[in-house]
């Protein structure tokens, strides 16, 4: 199923950000958010991956499919490394971390509590968690951050991978991946000054 947005309008705070962006992500492609900071990449991203609604549009295809990395790592600092993948794999009614481990290089790690692990670490077990949710859209905010030159490979090699076994991504980052993605520049959907203007008025009546 092709991940469809269609004439979306997103605000953050109350105040539209984006209007009228429309997308399309197919199975075993990756679409890369460009705009530069404050533009609405990740409010926009938010209200993909359901945790806020949008002010108007669509969005087909996103049901029961999303899987969502936004800058929190989403850890549990007195679980080990094993232990967070592990829960993360119930919880999407997964089983298997094995890949997971391998492919971030988190098997050397495994028994270490998530707590203790540099930043870079963190990132890398937040976003191995992607890999046990079983699902085939991957909604990714900076998901380099903290990451190494090395840890990067490991990150867009997972990917590719996701993007072979017939996977989506959707991914707002200002750094080259060197993945065979298209790119998606959201400026021209920032909303008119008029918009804002009206809904900031509103939020002071």
């Known amino acids: 199923m092709t991940l469809r947005v269609t004439d979306l309008a997103v605000a953050r705070g109350g105040v539209p950000v984006l209007d009228g962006v429309t997308f399309a992500v197919a199975p075993g492609t990756a679409l890369i958010l460009r705009g530069p900071n404050g533009a609405g990449k990740t409010t926009l991203l938010r209200c993909i991956a359901g945790l806020q609604p949008p002010l108007s549009g669509r969005i087909d295809g996103a049901e029961e499919t999303i899987a969502y990395a936004g800058h929190a790592d989403g850890l549990k600092a007195m679980l080990r490394v094993r232990e ?47 890999m046990v949710t079983g699902r085939p859209v991957w909604v990714l ?65």
């Open 84 to 130: 967070n993948l592990e829960f993360w794999a119930q919880v999407f009614g997964q089983t298997d971390i094995a890949p997971a481990l391998i492919a971030y290089d988190l098997e050397p790690l495994q028994n270490r509590l998530a707590g203790t692990l540099s930043a870079g670490q963190k990132r890398r077990l937040g976003l191995a968690r992607l």
């Open 141 to 205: 905010d900076e998901p380099t951050v903290s990451l190494d030159v090395a840890a990067v490979e490991l990150f867009a090699a997972a990917v590719t991978a996701h993007l072979a076994g017939g996977g989506m991504a959707l991914i707002a980052t200002h750094i080259n991946l060197g993945l065979d993605a298209q790119t998606f520049d959201i400026t021209p959907f920032r909303a008119k000054l008029s918009q804002r203007s009206a809904a900031s008025d509103e939020a002071f009546l």
